[in-house]
């Protein structure tokens, strides 16, 4: 059976359900979201799957704190619900409004998050040329309308040789640009968006 964990911190409450295998990171994240004009500080306990990389995983924080809004959460069983989006955003009522994927999701999965939510959106870590190339080829509800963005291998990479299980991070995002400053080293890359061909 998963154990459940529940973060109670402060008043925005983070859910995950580990399982017993998996590792938890902590992520302590001082944000700075200057494009959007917010600025929050962020507690969040995530579950490292064992078959998940490091690489993933900064990815799906990153990704968390670029596109935070109330009713943000992470998937409840991480890589092992594979059924349920890496990240989701619900109004106050549960309705879903936004589906976050990570990595090169298939294009049947895009197809059904379109049609279930208002915007989607995919952030990789692989090389984005290639998830284009299978997405083009495929009918996707919507395809014009995804939004992909891309985080640069060498970035995660430099990011993941000062990852630890206890994270302190200020992250500031502006005109496209992500700088994460931890453990006295600044890291810093350009967030990249890409589009399906016409």
């Known amino acids: 059976m998963p154990e459940k964990k529940t ?3 402060d008043h925005r409450v983070v859910r995950c359900v580990v399982a017993l295998s998996s590792t938890v990171y902590r992520f302590k994240i001082d944000m700075s979201h200057v494009d959007r004009g917010i600025y929050e500080v962020l507690d969040l306990r995530v579950a490292c799957h064992p078959s998940e990389t490091h690489a993933f995983l900064l990815t799906r924080v990153i990704a968390y704190a670029l596109f935070y809004e109330e009713g943000i959460a992470f998937s409840k069983g991480g890589l092992s619900s594979s059924d349920e989006a890496a990240i ?3 109004s106050l009522d549960g309705i879903l409004k936004t589906i976050i994927e990570i990595g090169s999701p298939a294009p049947d999965r895009l197809h059904k998050a379109t049609k279930a939510a208002e915007r989607v959106i995919v952030v990789t870590q692989h090389d984005p040329e290639l998830l284009l ?3 083009s080829r495929a009918t996707i509800h919507r395809a014009t309308e995804l939004e992909i963005y891309s ?5 995660l990479a430099e990011l993941g040789e ?6 302190d991070w200020q992250l500031v995002f502006t005109d496209g640009e992500i700088y994460i400053t931890t453990k006295g080293k600044d890291v ?4 990249t968006r890409h589009t399906l061909p016409t």
């Open 88 to 90: 989701t955003v619900r």
């Open 133 to 135: 190339r299978d997405l």
């Open 7 to 9: 973060l109670l911190d």
């Open 151 to 155: 985080l640069p291998k060498s970035f």
């Open 188 to 191: 810093r890359t350009t967030l």
């Open 162 to 167: 000062n990852l630890d299980r206890h994270n």
